[in-house]
């Protein structure tokens, strides 16, 4: 099946305490990305990238990092995490010549006190 | 900037009837629009998309219409049935760039009464 495979899904955790939230494709796709979702604000992009080793600054990128080893996995860093980055994030993924339909994973809930 | 505008944070529609959800946008370089639809505790799903070079785009019982002069899109659902009550986000790229991804909209809440 087809899919984008977010992990943790929920996860509760104390500012400065390094996290990690993976992020892995089965669909071969070149171009990945991370989305935030916070209420009355909709989606904004954190990072994207267009292959293996290519990644980029998306609007909110300040706090996050990522990196793209493998063409499947595209983890989302937080070196130390704040209560600014609670948040909904969303994992997605596309072919690179159209990386407007985008396959999402199912979510990863933060809340960092 | 709010470059993709969903100016109705909801809307309630009774099933069988029409569902209209507008959009509109503000930069003249996006040329290629989508709509997803997001259900709770899921990702968004890709519904439907338009090219700038069309004016409508129809999939069954969607259908989106674009005006590039008014920069407004409009998802129809017609007719509208308990499982499309969700929020619906509008997105534009500009695929000359479209490295960067996606501009959303806020959503819609779409709520179909019985």
């Known amino acids: 099946e087809a899919q984008v495979t977010q992990n943790p899904r929920y996860l509760i955790t104390v500012t400065g305490k390094k996290l990690t939230v993976t992020c892995s494709q089965n669909?071969?796709?070149?171009?990945m990305s991370w989305y935030r979702q916070d209420p009355g604000l909709g989606l904004r992009q954190i990072y994207y990238s267009m292959n293996v080793e290519v990644t980029d600054k998306g609007d909110v990128p300040e706090g996050y990092k990522v990196s793209r080893k493998e063409k499947r996995n595209f983890p989302l860093i937080l070196e130390s995490p704040s209560p600014n980055q609670t948040s909904l994030y969303f994992c997605?993924?596309?072919?690179?010549?159209?990386?407007?339909?985008?396959?999402f994973g199912e979510g990863s809930r933060l809340t960092v006190l | 900037d709010q470059q993709v505008k969903q100016n109705s944070p909801s809307l309630s529609v009774q099933e069988g009837r029409i569902s209209i959800l507008n959009c509109d946008y503000t930069n003249s370089m996006f040329d290629y629009f989508l709509w997803y639809k997001k259900y709770p505790a899921e990702g968004p799903t890709f519904l439907i998309s338009i090219s700038s070079i069309k004016d409508k785009n129809e999939d069954g019982r969607f259908t989106v219409f674009l005006n590039k002069s008014a920069k407004h899109l409009s998802l129809h659902i017609v007719p509208s049935q308990p499982g499309d009550s969700a929020v619906y986000f509008c997105a534009a790229s500009n695929p000359g760039g479209g490295a960067d991804g996606l501009t959303f909209g806020k959503g819609t809440h779409l709520i179909i009464q019985p």
């Open positions: 997605a993924s596309s072919f690179w010549q159209n990386t407007g339909e985008l396959f």
């Open positions: 669909m071969n796709h070149e171009y």
